[in-house]
């Protein structure tokens, strides 16, 4: 079945505007996607009809708040072949490895190894290190080659009897490289460590069983799936949750308080502590119903065509450096440009209205391995179209002619 981009775009209002006297050409989905009316209309909804706070009141706005937020939990295990007490509510991917990296804190001890990889998010490095900082863990990186696979090999001989975790991007935000999750979710637990996949590219691309992958945690943020800032999910195995002890501490995540004692709630809710981000969460569990209405294998097939459009009519361009080809790479085009700092072309793109990333991506070692200390980064989404590839390109050719 074709899939039909000029169709969804009529369902982005953001992308009639024009941008520097251009048609808006917005390519930085991977760092953050534009909103279907689907989705605004079901925040604007529920604040217009029947918001209230959830699970504390009887009234009936309180019930049907409750219920579309409880639904929104619902929608996100479904979309991951998981039970709804598997999924906990977060601020967005960020939070939710934080929260496992402080809850597996508690357990953890001096010398303990936990392996990541060189093409990590700092989301997915940064926790980890406090547990180093503060605990003695060592970590241990798995390298990426040079067309940008990570080397399953050097895994393979990293992995250790004191291996406690293991956390891997599903897909990299700079490369596009598509892990073999799970693969290495099986070597991991054969050597009996834990896996907390960051599935922040892969969930808008493909679509993810974390029953099949079998992995122990998977988090994702809802606004690069088409959903709101704010949000995100952590989905975890019932045992491995319940095995983590709070997060934060307040209302909801408790089951009784005295001045004495505590005794905490069940997962989910003894990590959604507070007022949870209830207008956010109607609104990504709209963004997933509305993504699974679509013929999504047609939308993957639609965005790696414009991701090879691209790149078949800059063949040849000899002062183009392209980071990470790794074979079955999602359309995401990081790259430099001979003689150009990438601020500077991400900033004339702009002036021909092409919207792009630049800078380290928050992928500081990954730009490291690869000897450069920023690039430009274009990622194609549903709604881009082949005009819009086509524009992106002579926008570049203009922008590159200006430092040649």
Request: with cysteine; net charge negative; glycine share 8%.
């Amino acid at each position: 079945m074709a899939f039909d981009a000029e169709t969804i775009r009529a369902e982005f209002p953001i992308l009639a505007r024009q941008v520097n006297g251009h048609p808006l050409v917005y390519l930085d989905s991977a760092a953050s996607a534009q909103k279907p009316r689907a989705v605004i209309e079901a925040m604007v909804h529920a604040m217009e009809h029947s918001y209230a706070n959830v699970h504390r009141g009887l009234h009936t706005l309180a019930n049907e708040t409750t219920e579309a937020y409880e639904a929104a939990r619902g929608t996100i295990a479904g979309f991951l072949d998981a039970d709804p007490a598997e999924i906990v509510f977060t601020k967005g991917g960020t939070e939710a490895i934080n929260l496992v990296a402080s809850g597996l804190g508690a357990s953890l001890k001096a010398g303990d190894e936990i392996l990541l990889s060189e093409m990590e998010h700092h989301a997915n490095i940064v926790p980890w290190h406090f547990l180093r900082e503060r605990l003695g863990v060592v970590l241990k990186f798995t390298p990426v080659t040079d067309d940008g696979r990570l080397d399953v090999e050097a895994f393979k001989r990293l992995l250790s009897d004191r291996t406690r975790l293991v956390g891997l991007t599903h897909m990299s935000n700079v490369l596009g490289t598509v892990n073999p999750v799970a693969d290495l979710t099986r070597l991991a637990h054969e050597a009996g460590a834990l896996v907390l996949l960051d599935g922040c590219q892969a969930v808008v691309h493909q679509s993810v069983d974390v029953k099949a992958l079998d992995v122990d945690f998977y988090v994702f943020s809802g606004h690069k799936l088409y959903g709101p800032t704010g949000i995100g999910a952590l989905y975890g195995k019932a045992e491995r949750l319940a095995a983590l002890p709070p997060y934060q501490g307040g209302g909801e995540m408790i089951g009784s308080v005295t001045l004495e004692n505590i005794s905490y709630a069940d997962p989910p809710h003894r990590f959604e502590a507070g007022t949870p981000p209830i207008l956010e969460a109607i609104g990504l569990g709209a963004a997933i119903d509305w993504l699974s209405g679509l013929d999504r294998a047609a939308v993957a097939r639609h965005e790696h065509a414009l991701y090879d459009h691209v790149r078949e009519r800059l063949n040849g361009a000899n002062w183009l450096r392209v980071l990470g080809e790794a074979p079955g790479k999602g359309a995401i085009l990081s790259f430099t440009v001979d003689g150009a700092h990438a601020h500077d072309v991400a900033q004339i793109l702009d002036k021909y209205g092409v919207a792009v990333r630049a800078g380290t991506h928050c992928a500081e070692p990954l730009m490291k391995r690869f000897g450069v200390t920023s690039s430009v980064r274009a990622s194609f989404a549903l709604y881009n179209t082949l005009r819009e590839a086509d524009a992106f390109v002579d926008a570049l050719t203009k922008t590159q002619a200006f430092f040649a």
